[in-house]
Each structure stands twice: as structure tokens, then as C-alpha cells.
């Protein structure tokens, strides 16, 4: 998923962080060298999950492509966490109104909730993680088979070359038959209509 656009809904749609909102390939880094004020999100990629292809000899299958908000809080108020679990609930109550039922792009359903989890609470922030999920479909365009078939030339009709054999020759004999004499020939043009279809 292209997780900018995730990133950039958020900054719309949720004034709570005042566009303190960023990207990241994994949590681990952000404690140590991301210091945004807070309250702040930052955008995580989580894992694909393919489900079986729908088909053998072609390319059909569902995915649901994951990812993962991690919203950083004060901690300060009450190193307990308790005024910031109250703060984590009203954050995620946000965080479904902005992106629920949202379609990143037209390839996806909309984003579902998959759940969340305390990541880290220290004297100073609390960091949450809430993950969502949206259903896609690998298609054919995706992969090897429509690329090689796009490089192949155009259907632009269809030859004909008529052996003649003898009519009242016995069928049961091999001879007289096809003596490789093409005694008729023909070319039948194919139009390829902008709408795909072919007609003679």
C-alpha cells in the first residue's frame, strides 16, 4: 500500500496531531531518533497476506495489505498510564473515523481494523499501535503472463491453404491423398475493434 497516502489522510483528517504525522519502515527506530511534539502518528508497513490463487492458468488472487498507525502520547501526567489508556481510547475512536471504510485507491475495499497493542511506556510517552487492513486482488496485470502476452504481434487474420484430395477416392486408403500441392489459397482479415472485440 502506498502508506503516503495514508500518512497524508491523517493529516487531514485528524487535527489532534496538528500534521505531526510521518512515516517509518519499523518502530525501533522512532524512540531514539524521531522527536516529534506531542501528541503524534507515524505510519508502519506490516505484512501482506495472501490468500490461495483462484485460478491455474491465471493470475487471481486475494491479498490483504496491512499496516499500522503508532500514535506516541504524553506520559508525563501519570507515569501509571492510566490518564493515557483514556487518551489511547479517544485516539483510536479518531483513528476509525479518518480511515475506516476508506479506499486508499480504487485497487482496494475499504480499510478494516485489525487491532491494536501496547508497544512501549516510559516516565515521558506512552506508544500505542492500532493496525489496519485492506482486501485487494493480484490480477493478471500484476504478473509475468500479460507482459509476455503484450509483446506478442497483433491478430490481424487468417491464412488458408487447401490440399485437395479426390473425392471419390476409397477413405480407407492411405493413397491418392494430400500430395502437398496447394491447389486453393486464402486470407481472411481480422478487425480489432477499439473495444476489443474482432470481427471478420
Keep these: 500500500m502506498q502508506l503516503e497516502l495514508v500518512i ?4 487531514d483528517r485528524c487535527a489532534v496531531f496538528s500534521n505531526r504525522v510521518a512515516g517509518s519502515m519499523q518502530f525501533k527506530i522512532l524512540p531514539e531518533s524521531v522527536m516529534l511534539p506531542l501528541p503524534a502518528a507515524y505510519v508502519l508497513p506490516l505484512d501482506d497476506s495472501p490468500q490461495e490463487a483462484l485460478g491455474q492458468n491465471v ?3 486475494a491479498m490483504t495489505d496491512s499496516f499500522a498507525v503508532v500514535v506516541a502520547i504524553s506520559n508525563v501526567p501519570d507515569e501509571k498510564g492510566q490518564t493515557a489508556a483514556h487518551t489511547i481510547d479517544g ?3 479518531i483513528l476509525w473515523g ?3 471504510g476508506w479506499r486508499p ?4 475495499n475499504g480499510i478494516n481494523y485489525e487491532g491494536g497493542s501496547l508497544l512501549q511506556i516510559d516516565r515521558a510517552r506512552v506508544w500505542y499501535q492500532f493496525e489496519f487492513g485492506a482486501l485487494m486482488e493480484i490480477q493478471g496485470t500484476d504478473g509475468w503472463q500479460e507482459t509476455e502476452l503484450a509483446g506478442l504481434p497483433g491478430f490481424e487474420g487468417v491464412n488458408i491453404n487447401v490440399d485437395v484430395i479426390d473425392p471419390i477416392a476409397d477413405p480407407n ?3 491418392p491423398g494430400p500430395d502437398g500441392r496447394i491447389e486453393f489459397e486464402s486470407h481472411i482479415p481480422v478487425v480489432n475493434h477499439q473495444d476489443g472485440d474482432f470481427s471478420i
Design 98 to 100: 479518518a480511515l475506516l
Design 91 to 93: 485516539m483510536r475512536a
Design 105 to 108: 485507491t480504487l485497487r482496494y
Design 173 to 175: 486408403l492411405r493413397y
Design 59 to 61: 493470475v487471481r488472487q
Design 8 to 11: 497524508q489522510a491523517l493529516r
